[in-house]
């Protein structure tokens, strides 16, 4: 998962990554989206290549890159197993201190704020 | 780019939503072991999970009780998402079938 964030961890390699959403492109294309000279955007591309999340062909002399959607979803996976957990404790502790406050009120008839008053 | 999006209903008014997400005592209750939180802009916001790893960043955008940005990352170099690194931003919007506002 590590690799996979580092990498899309960059605006560039993101934008890269965007484009290739489209379909294959070219090493040349993809540093003109990302607004980089062809050497630096080589090595963003090195480190994409390196946590899988783009392959590479030869066609001629040019370098063709794809995106391997293999991993992005995984690495979509691993955040979801992130985020999933602590998205479901929010909304328990939220709901939770909603009752809480609603017996509270109930039982001596006061209430903590107006937000809560509504509920 | 944005990376992944999330989408929850919870059953409770949104100041109620917004208090657990920028209160550090109710990030408590959810999220943090540990927990410093400043919701102003430029405000410092700072988790240690209870496995110890730590997430800090800034308030950007705070709306109350309907949204507020941050920025986010891990320290230690945990996960590949350094400090401030990263964008989180979430928006609080009322059911259509909610019984009562906000």
């Known amino acids: 998962m590590q690799e996979g964030l580092d990498a899309i961890a960059h605006p560039g390699r993101r934008a890269m990554l965007t484009l290739l959403l489209g379909g294959e492109r070219s090493a040349g ?3 003109d989206h990302a607004g980089m000279r062809q050497p630096v955007a080589s090595q963003h591309l090195r480190v994409l290549r390196d946590a899988g999340l783009v392959t590479v062909r030869k066609d001629g002399n040019r370098r063709l890159y794809s995106i391997d959607f293999d991993t992005l979803a995984r690495l979509r996976r691993d955040l979801d197993a992130f985020w999933q957990p602590h998205l479901s404790a929010l909304k328990d502790a939220v709901e939770d201190s909603v009752e809480d406050t609603a ?3 109930s039982r001596v008839g006061r209430h903590n704020g107006p937000a809560e008053a509504r509920s | 780019m944005r990376i992944v999006r999330y989408e929850i209903l919870i059953h ?7 208090h657990h997400l920028t209160d550090p005592v109710a990030l408590l209750t959810w999220i943090a072991a540990s927990a410093e939180s400043e919701p102003i802009a430029g405000g410092r916001i700072r988790w240690t999970l209870p496995n110890g790893a730590t997430m800090h960043g800034r308030y950007l955008d705070l709306q109350p009780p309907r949204r507020l940005v941050f920025s986010y990352g891990w320290e230690d170099d945990l996960m590949g998402v350094p400090p401030e690194s990263t964008l989180v931003e979430i928006d609080l919007r009322t059911h ?7």
């Open chain 2, 12 to 18: 409770a008014p949104a100041q109620t939503v917004y």
């Open chain 1, 103 to 105: 017996r509270t009120t």
């Open chain 1, 29 to 31: 294309e993809l540093a």
């Open chain 2, 96 to 102: 259509p079938t909610a019984r009562c506002s906000p």
